[in-house]
């Protein structure tokens, strides 16, 4: 997408951010970070990942604060400032930001349907991140946060997952039932400049995801751009899904 017209994307903004130095985190959905003032906080780890090349302590850290009683801790830690990268730890932005951008017209291979529903039930007992719909088309999209990126390749997942084996077996299902799927992977940092499955970590997803891409399930995959402000999508990035022969 030309500059010029990257200004008129859709931009996910941040809440009000808090600038901190994470300490460890630690139970999968907890960190302790040092804020500015020297206080000590517990904040929210919105990631069930291992998440490797972006949870090392003493790095900036941003966290949006949320004041419901409900809530047992009050912060949410949002981004981590790596080595070459702002990164979004949060899986819940990729969803929210993937149905902005498609209402936008920004992912052109997506462009054209009329309704965008999130959340539907289909398959056994799934849901699909965003279901589009024409009078005589449907397209199952199935949205992950790709996070791992090592000299510039991007990999998912970063940790094994059974979930994610299932949803690339639920789409093949509905190619079968003439209906298009695709999996399309968000990175949520500005670093990467290819993506593979991470075989090196979870095989069975890598060989899965060859299986449903030869089975007609599409693969996109795109970067961002994010600063303090906000986050919006920029490019698709390239992806090889070599046999594992040739691995």
């Known amino acids: 997408m030309p500059e010029k017209e990257k200004a008129n994307s859709a931009l996910l903004k941040w809440p009000r951010l808090i600038e901190g130095l994470l300490i460890k985190r630690y139970k999968r959905f907890m960190a302790d970070v040092k804020l500015k003032n020297n206080h000590v906080v517990t904040a929210h780890c919105p990631n069930s990942g291992s998440m490797k090349e972006c949870s090392e302590p003493g790095r900036v850290v941003y966290l949006s604060h949320h004041n419901k009683p409900s809530r047992r801790l009050k912060y949410t830690w949002e981004m981590i400032q790596m080595e070459n990268s702002l990164v979004g730890v949060n899986t819940m932005v990729p969803n929210r930001l993937t149905e902005a951008a498609v209402l936008a017209g920004d992912i052109p291979e997506l462009a054209g349907y009329e309704t965008v529903r999130k959340e539907v039930k289909y398959g056994e007992n799934s849901r699909i991140d965003l279901l589009l719909e024409n009078d005589n088309d449907r397209c199952f999209v199935e949205i ?46 500005m670093d990467a400049n290819r993506f593979e499955p991470a075989d090196h970590i979870d095989p069975a997803y890598g060989e899965e995801l060859r299986k449903a891409a030869s089975n007609g399930v599409e693969v996109l995959v795109y970067d961002v751009k994010m600063d303090l402000e906000g986050i919006r999508l920029n490019h698709p990035v390239p992806f090889q899904l070599r046999p594992k022969s040739s691995l």
């Open 144 to 189: 992950k946060n790709c996070t791992l990126v090592t000299e510039g390749l991007a990999c998912f997942p970063d940790a094994v997952t059974s979930r994610g084996l299932k949803h690339l077996v639920e789409l093949q299902k509905q190619v079968e039932k003439g209906h298009r799927s695709v999996m399309f992977y968000l990175i949520q940092r």
